[in-house]
């Protein structure tokens, strides 16, 4: 077993099978979820739940946030009962979620007042990477921070790429989702008029899968079914180009087409904000 004592704030679709990696990797894992389902999940596989945040903390080397909103990331690395307030000297956070460059860099102050190093770390290629072991993670901070945690990250992920300071890793991941969306929104609209021509998605899509066309939902039409974040990510790339004193239509444009797509998929309204 190593040494790196990990600890994973979010037991959801995407934090299950991440911990279940790491953890058949070798690595004491406790995790935190309010949601206990998931908890219990983690704890079959050998993890250890934990009533908090602060308890995950007080037990870990290495701390994996990866909550859907930036309230939720907030919430557990500086709330009473967070991270930061038991967390040790030196510890190593790594903020897992999709949030904002500027939120990202907000929470990295906060923890360099209390020695705690910080990692902005998205990962890409959904739950469908994190079953199958092969995420991508886009990393800003402190390259020596980064290689304390890589062995970790390389136990549920296949690429790891180091992007810059603070923040740049959000940045890398909204670009990464602006570019899915686009082409998930194209998806649909190619294919409703194929449909609408006598061509059906089911024989056209396999043969797309060869051509120029070839997208990433494309390859994964079954599971995109499930986008609840598609309208966030949007989002934060407008407000990203509102910072940098850019005007983005297509960004704005993506940010409108998504919520029917989202509505067709069963995505609740909280989510369409």
Not at 97 to 111: F, G, H, N, V
Not at 229 to 234: E, I, S, T
Request: aromatic share 6%; net charge negative; charged share 20%.
């Amino acid at each position: 077993m190593s040494d790196i004592k990990v600890g994973f704030i979010g037991a959801g679709r995407m934090g299950r099978p991440m911990c279940r990696h790491i953890l058949a990797a070798g690595y004491d894992v406790s995790v935190y979820d309010p949601v206990e389902v998931g908890v219990r999940e983690v704890e079959s596989h050998g993890g250890t739940g934990r009533a908090s945040p602060a308890e995950v903390a007080a037990n870990s080397d290495v701390i994996f946030v990866i909550p859907g909103f930036f309230e939720e990331v907030e919430a557990a690395i500086c709330g009473d009962d967070g991270i930061l307030s038991s967390a040790r000297a030196g510890a190593v956070i790594v903020v897992s979620s999709t949030i904002k460059p500027t939120e990202a860099e907000t929470l990295a102050a906060r923890c360099q007042e209390r020695n705690v190093a910080f990692l902005d770390a998205p990962v890409c290629q959904g739950e469908i990477g994190a079953q199958g072991g092969y995420l991508l993670w886009l990393v800003g901070g402190d390259e020596a921070d980064l290689e304390r945690v890589r062995p970790v990250m390389e136990a549920c992920g296949t690429d790891i790429h180091h992007l810059g300071k603070i923040g740049t890793g959000m940045v890398g991941k909204a670009i990464n989702n602006m570019l899915l969306w686009a082409a998930l929104a194209a998806d649909h609209e190619a294919l409703a008029i194929a449909e609408k021509h006598g061509v059906s998605h089911e024989r056209l899509i396999p043969a797309l899968l060869k051509s120029s066309g070839k997208n990433w939902p494309l390859e994964n039409w079954a599971d995109m079914n499930k986008i609840p974040w598609a309208h966030k990510d949007m989002q934060i790339v407008l407000e990203m180009g509102d910072r940098a004193g850019m005007t983005l239509p297509l960004a704005a444009l993506l940010r409108e087409q998504v919520k029917p797509i989202m509505r067709a998929a069963g995505t609740p309204e909280e989510f369409i904000r």
